[in-house]
Nanobody, 122 residues
Framework: QVQLVESGGGSVQAGGSLRLSCAASGRSFRPYAVGWFRQAPGKEREFVSSISWTGDTTYYADSVKGRFTISRDNAKKTVYLQMNSLKPEDTAVFYC???????????????WGQGTQVTVSS
Protein backbone atom coordinates (compact mmCIF):
# COMPACT_ATOMS: atom_id res chain seq x y z
CA GLN A 1 0.00 0.00 0.00
CA VAL A 2 1.24 3.52 -0.76
CA GLN A 3 0.89 6.54 1.47
CA LEU A 4 0.97 10.04 0.03
CA VAL A 5 1.93 13.09 2.09
CA GLU A 6 1.44 16.64 0.84
CA SER A 7 3.56 19.58 1.96
CA GLY A 8 4.46 23.09 0.88
CA GLY A 9 1.21 24.88 1.55
CA GLY A 10 1.06 28.25 3.23
CA SER A 11 -0.23 31.79 3.06
CA VAL A 12 0.77 34.12 0.25
CA GLN A 13 -0.46 37.33 -1.29
CA ALA A 14 -2.11 37.40 -4.69
CA GLY A 15 0.47 37.11 -7.42
CA GLY A 16 2.77 35.01 -5.27
CA SER A 17 4.02 31.46 -5.74
CA LEU A 18 4.12 28.20 -3.85
CA ARG A 19 5.44 24.75 -4.68
CA LEU A 20 3.55 21.80 -3.31
CA SER A 21 5.11 18.38 -2.90
CA CYS A 22 3.45 14.98 -2.79
CA ALA A 23 5.81 12.39 -1.35
CA ALA A 24 5.04 8.69 -1.55
CA SER A 25 6.08 5.94 0.80
CA GLY A 26 5.70 2.22 0.24
CA ARG A 27 6.23 0.11 -2.82
CA SER A 28 3.07 0.86 -4.78
CA PHE A 29 4.05 4.18 -6.37
CA ARG A 30 4.74 2.83 -9.82
CA PRO A 31 3.41 2.83 -12.42
CA TYR A 32 0.62 5.11 -11.25
CA ALA A 33 -0.53 8.51 -12.44
CA VAL A 34 -0.77 11.17 -9.74
CA GLY A 35 -3.29 13.93 -9.52
CA TRP A 36 -3.72 17.13 -7.56
CA PHE A 37 -7.16 18.20 -6.40
CA ARG A 38 -8.39 21.01 -4.19
CA GLN A 39 -11.36 21.65 -1.98
CA ALA A 40 -12.50 25.06 -0.82
CA PRO A 41 -14.85 25.46 2.17
CA GLY A 42 -18.40 24.54 1.23
CA LYS A 43 -17.39 23.30 -2.21
CA GLU A 44 -16.80 19.92 -3.77
CA ARG A 45 -13.34 18.57 -4.36
CA GLU A 46 -12.18 19.60 -7.83
CA PHE A 47 -9.48 18.51 -10.24
CA VAL A 48 -6.40 20.69 -10.60
CA SER A 49 -3.78 18.71 -12.50
CA SER A 50 -2.50 15.22 -13.17
CA ILE A 51 0.62 13.60 -14.55
CA SER A 52 1.29 10.22 -16.08
CA TRP A 53 3.78 7.74 -14.63
CA THR A 54 6.42 8.71 -17.19
CA GLY A 55 5.70 12.40 -16.79
CA ASP A 56 5.26 12.94 -20.51
CA THR A 57 1.53 13.59 -20.31
CA THR A 58 -0.09 16.20 -18.11
CA TYR A 59 -3.61 17.58 -17.69
CA TYR A 60 -4.67 20.88 -16.17
CA ALA A 61 -7.96 22.40 -15.19
CA ASP A 62 -8.75 25.44 -17.30
CA SER A 63 -8.67 27.62 -14.20
CA VAL A 64 -4.96 26.90 -13.60
CA LYS A 65 -3.58 26.51 -17.13
CA GLY A 66 -0.59 28.73 -17.70
CA ARG A 67 -0.13 29.33 -13.96
CA PHE A 68 0.45 25.88 -12.48
CA THR A 69 3.00 23.27 -13.55
CA ILE A 70 2.99 19.63 -12.46
CA SER A 71 6.12 17.49 -12.52
CA ARG A 72 7.46 14.33 -10.92
CA ASP A 73 10.71 12.78 -9.83
CA ASN A 74 10.14 9.03 -9.66
CA ALA A 75 13.56 8.40 -8.12
CA LYS A 76 12.43 10.52 -5.18
CA LYS A 77 8.84 9.23 -5.34
CA THR A 78 7.65 12.81 -5.35
CA VAL A 79 5.24 14.81 -7.47
CA TYR A 80 5.36 18.59 -7.47
CA LEU A 81 2.86 21.32 -8.22
CA GLN A 82 4.46 24.69 -8.94
CA MET A 83 1.83 27.39 -8.51
CA ASN A 84 2.52 30.87 -9.84
CA SER A 85 0.38 33.99 -10.13
CA LEU A 86 -1.81 32.77 -7.31
CA LYS A 87 -5.26 34.26 -6.93
CA PRO A 88 -7.57 34.46 -3.89
CA GLU A 89 -9.85 31.95 -5.59
CA ASP A 90 -7.04 29.39 -5.41
CA THR A 91 -7.51 29.27 -1.64
CA ALA A 92 -8.28 25.66 -0.71
CA VAL A 93 -6.91 22.49 0.81
CA PHE A 94 -4.85 20.76 -1.87
CA TYR A 95 -4.72 16.96 -2.02
CA CYS A 96 -2.73 14.50 -4.06
CA UNK A 97 -3.85 10.98 -4.95
CA UNK A 98 -2.95 8.03 -7.14
CA UNK A 99 -4.71 6.53 -10.14
CA UNK A 100 -4.07 3.59 -12.43
CA UNK A 101 -4.62 5.80 -15.47
CA UNK A 102 -4.49 9.50 -16.17
CA UNK A 103 -7.82 11.02 -15.21
CA UNK A 104 -9.49 14.19 -13.98
CA UNK A 105 -12.23 12.36 -12.05
CA UNK A 106 -12.10 12.20 -8.28
CA UNK A 107 -13.46 8.65 -8.08
CA UNK A 108 -10.65 7.29 -10.27
CA UNK A 109 -8.14 8.09 -7.52
CA UNK A 110 -7.21 6.45 -4.23
CA UNK A 111 -4.55 6.70 -1.53
CA TRP A 112 -5.45 10.30 -0.81
CA GLY A 113 -3.08 12.36 1.29
CA GLN A 114 -4.18 14.43 4.28
CA GLY A 115 -4.02 17.70 2.35
CA THR A 116 -2.12 20.95 2.69
CA GLN A 117 -3.75 24.35 3.11
CA VAL A 118 -3.13 27.10 0.57
CA THR A 119 -4.38 30.56 1.44
CA VAL A 120 -4.09 33.46 -1.00
CA SER A 121 -4.92 36.93 0.25
CA SER A 122 -5.81 39.90 -1.93
Amino acid sequence: QVQLVESGGGSVQAGGSLRLSCAASGRSFRPYAVGWFRQAPGKEREFVSSISWTGDTTYYADSVKGRFTISRDNAKKTVYLQMNSLKPEDTAVFYCARATALSSRVHDYDSWGQGTQVTVSS
